[in-house]
């Protein structure tokens, strides 16, 4: 049961422009949300976070969105940068133990 | 700073024998670790957590007996693929958590081929 959803495989954007990726939810237990962003043959490396206190988070070109009511989240990169092509996975946990639920990622690419 | 590193980053191995896989980090101390797989275009799929000097909790599904974790000190843990078979092959990633906080620092992966 996949309960954190990213339902674009993949997203082309131009340089310069706004990406934009999604992230749906289905557990309202989830009180942390981290994206990462994922090279091929290598780990995922921690990108930005956010507490479900909070509606919105920012650090520098990266800001993640995120609406509780809707379980969504989003995270918006702008200007986005050819650097930035990679695959991005969005994660939750539970406020009641370690375990994060990743979803199944959105491959970026940035055309220059 | 926050650097993990996973020894070897590829492995071929035959079938029946086992093959051990290092997470190291490298800048601070990791209070709990976390080993995952990940299969193609699918996402990272969590097999354990180790906390240092306690037995691994697995997940549902998880053969313990048949991947061995081991979390001796504050910046090693291992994992151990026993009697490795085909359908063991996959991408395991390790990541490591300091105290008291919540973003998991991942390692650069190991790519286990079974033969």
């Known amino acids: 049961d996949q309960q954190v959803k990213q339902n674009s495989p993949s997203l082309s954007v131009q340089e310069g422009r706004i990406s934009i990726l999604n992230c749906d939810y289905t557990?309202?237990?989830?009180?942390?949300f981290l994206w990462y962003k994922k090279y091929p043959a290598e780990g995922p490396t921690f990108l930005i976070s956010?507490?479900?206190?909070?509606d919105k988070n920012e650090d520098g070109r990266f800001t993640v969105f995120l609406n509780k009511s809707a379980k969504h989240l989003s995270l918006h990169i702008v200007p986005s940068q050819p650097g930035d092509s990679a695959v991005y996975f969005c994660?939750?946990?539970?406020?009641?133990?370690?375990?994060?639920?990743f979803g199944t990622g959105t491959s970026l690419t940035v055309i220059p | 700073g926050a650097v993990v590193s996973q020894h070897p980053s590829r492995v071929i191995c035959k079938s029946g024998t086992s093959v051990k896989i290092e997470c190291r980090s490298l800048?601070?101390?990791?209070?709990?670790m976390f080993w995952y797989r990940q299969f193609p275009k699918q996402s990272l799929m969590l097999m354990a957590t180790?906390?240092?000097?306690?037995?691994?909790?697995?997940e549902q599904g998880v053969e313990k007996d048949k991947f061995l974790i081991n979390h001796a000190s504050l910046t090693l843990s291992t994992l151990t693929v026993t009697s490795a078979h085909p359908e063991d092959s996959s991408f395991y990633i390790c990541?490591?958590?300091?105290?008291?906080?919540?973003?998991?620092?991942f390692g650069p992966g190991t790519r286990l081929t079974v033969t």
């Open positions: 990541s490591a958590r300091m105290a008291d906080a919540y973003e998991q620092y």
């Open positions: 800048d601070f101390q990791a209070t709990t």
């Open positions: 994660a939750a946990r539970r406020n009641t133990g370690n375990q994060f639920y």
């Open positions: 956010i507490s479900s206190i909070k």
């Open positions: 557990n309202s237990m989830f009180d942390y």
């Open positions: 180790s906390n240092e000097g306690s037995k691994a909790t697995y």
